[in-house]
């Protein structure tokens, strides 16, 4: 934890020097740092959780760390319990999976949804090689915590569901579970906001989006303003389809947990930094994290959450 403190000031020092402003018509966003952002990064990319990986101890511990996280914070469960159990067969054994689903009330449309999205499963430890997951996906989860936080203090209009999947990594069994567990839901669900890998490496300097059915929403005059505003760091519409120099044929419309809401004629947009070297490898950890980076893409998806609530 020393190591993690020095580094940490390391990295608030680094970043408020180098800290911009964002704009949208007359608001003034800064991105602002927090210490319990990076704590949340640290522990669930820890060693101690091994990865991560669904029916594990370490996938235990990452979830018994989320349900402390909202139980601290008075912030409901959707129905009676954090937990939502599914079910995951394999060719010689059943493994048990759970989403924690949270629930914040909005102030003017309890009864329309959007469903913030994070999976916080990853694919665990091989021999002596922990796949830490820090971009994927504890980084999108870590976003999720502290806007679990941020809105429980200063609810939205329409009302939220902190949809924390597990199973990703395994079909997106969370998501589809969320689903199949929830359909008197579906027709009030206005949007799906998913967070999948926001941290990128060291070198990573763009934050991408993808989105389907947004214009049914959201007005193009909107979306344009979405798109265009000055952030602290490049926001793009697209992703790259190669990783060192290998191109990839991916539908990223459906390459996360958004695509279970996207079969489901559910609108979505989807943020993440696309394809990069430490992408499912031992080396995607804390330290090769773009702190920085992380930090502001936090700070930018919610400047757009809470822009998407006042104008859907």
Known sequence: MIDFIKHFLLVIATFCSACSVQ????????????EVLLKHLYYLSSDNLQGRRVGT??????RKYIVNHLEKHNIKPLGSRYLSAFTISSPFKLKQGNNVVGF???TEFPDK???LSAHFDHIGARGRNIYNGADDNASGTSALLDYAKRLQQAPLRHSVILLFTDGEETNLKGAKA????????????????????????????????????LEQVLSAEKILSL????????FKKGFRQSINGRKKNIRWELASDHGVFYRQKIPFIYYGVGLHRNYHQSTDT?????HRFFMSAVALIF???SFIDENL
Do not use: C, W
């Open 23 to 34: 704009h949208l018509s007359n608001t003034t966003i800064s991105a602002e740092p927090t």
């Open 57 to 62: 101890k370490g996938n235990e511990l990452a």
């Open 104 to 106: 914040i009330e909005g």
């Open 113 to 115: 949804f959007l469903v």
């Open 178 to 213: 969320f689903i199949a567990q929830n359909p008197s839901l579906l027709a009030s669900i206005v949007l799906n906001i998913n967070l999948d890998m926001i941290g990128g490496s060291k070198t990573t300097k763009k934050l991408h989006y993808v989105s389907r059915r």
């Open 227 to 234: 798109e265009q505003q000055n952030y602290a760091i490049v």
């Open 286 to 290: 804390y330290q090769n994290i773009n």
């Open 303 to 305: 400047h757009q959450i």
